[in-house]
């Protein structure tokens, strides 16, 4: 029977495989798709070389001596073996080198970091909610500006800078294989910057602990290529289309006389509530929720019917409608593309 000692490395062996799939589909910093995040990957592959070596060091210098202890051990005469000049070295003048070497290295990471190389030609304002994502696209225009909410279309190749902010407690956004973090706090503005070398869609995370639902305000950020990322904007620009059927219209009344038009923004329309996403182009995006759970019709009814189900603690309340409404509106909110 196996003892209290001998359960801890076997429950530990167990969960090492539970710990390993949960991070499965994490993005990771360690797989770098531009070029600040590759700085970033070098200095940590680089920091955990000089980290296993000390180890290893250390561990042999700890095993050297307990090997000769045994030899002596029984002698009461023969005193420890004592080195000044190895504990001055491996003391002191080891662990300066390697800290200043971690720092100057630090240094040059930050410094290739901080700036891009050229001027970004897009700003973008990100600010963190509990527990979502609002973000704005701010033009020199007025009328080219629009907001959506958890989801950044960027050009490949192109720096875009950003203005992150917090709407309520401190957040922090990070997109571990484009950039570093930056922290969203409330009342102020830190400036920021990311770029992608590689057409993808890259998961962002909430990096600072914001509460009950932290661990659920995740982001999507697209990389493509320039023609698209402009054929998106344009239509963002749009004002929500007209309904241009029955179902769609009746879903559109539904929408202004349940309580989603007191949170909700649609342009175009006469909802311009503020305390939740911008739905104008819903359809389009990836998520819900902040990636609480995919954009499907399903999901969508499911959302509205019990956000509390997928997400508990977010301010979205549930909506009791019949199923006559939920399909209308439903049907509406399919439109918003």
């Given at each position: ?168 407690v401190a957040h922090s ?119 609480a759970v995919d954009n ?42």
């Amino acid at each position: 029977m196996p003892t209290d000692s001998s359960r801890s490395p076997l429950a530990a062996a167990l969960l090492l495989p539970l710990v390993a799939a949960a991070c499965a589909h994490a993005p990771s910093p360690m797989l770098p798709a531009s070029e600040p995040a590759a700085h970033l990957a070098t200095l940590g592959w680089w920091l955990i070389g000089v980290a296993t070596l000390v180890f290893l060091v250390v561990l042999f210098m700890l095993l050297v001596p307990l090997r000769e202890r045994r030899h002596t051990i029984d002698r009461a005469d023969v005193a420890p073996p004592h080195n000044e000049r190895l504990i001055l070295i491996a003391g002191a003048l080891v662990p300066a080198i390697i800290l200043i070497g971690v720092y100057i290295g630090t240094l040059q990471t930050l410094n290739a970091t901080a700036t891009p190389a050229v001027r970004p030609k897009y700003m973008i304002e990100v600010t963190g909610h509990q527990w979502w994502w609002e973000i704005h696209y701010v033009s020199a225009d007025s009328s080219g500006e629009f907001t959506t909410a958890n989801e950044i279309h960027i050009p490949v190749g192109e720096p875009v800078a950003l203005r992150v902010a917090s709407g309520d407690v401190a957040h922090s956004f990070w997109v571990p294989q484009l950039q570093g973090k930056i922290d969203a706090i409330p009342g102020q503005t830190n400036s920021f910057w990311i770029r992608a070398d590689k057409v993808g869609t890259y998961r962002g995370e909430c990096a600072e602990y914001c509460g009950t639902q932290h661990a659920h305000m995740a982001m999507a950020v697209v990389a493509e290529p320039m023609d698209k990322f402009q054929e998106w904007m344009r239509t963002q620009r749009a004002p929500a289309p007209e309904p241009t059927d029955s179902l769609s219209t009746r879903g559109l009344a539904v929408f202004k006389s349940a309580p989603c038009v007191l949170c909700h923004t649609i342009r175009g329309t006469d909802a311009g509530g503020r305390m939740g996403p911008d739905l104008t182009h819903i359809a389009t995006r990836l998520t819900l929720g902040a990636g609480a759970v995919d954009n499907t019709p399903g999901t969508m009814a499911g959302w509205i019917a019990n956000a509390q189900a997928f997400k508990p603690g977010s301010d979205m309340p549930q909506i009791q409608l019949d199923g006559k409404s939920m399909s209308a509106l439903l049907a509406y909110l399919e439109t918003l593309r």
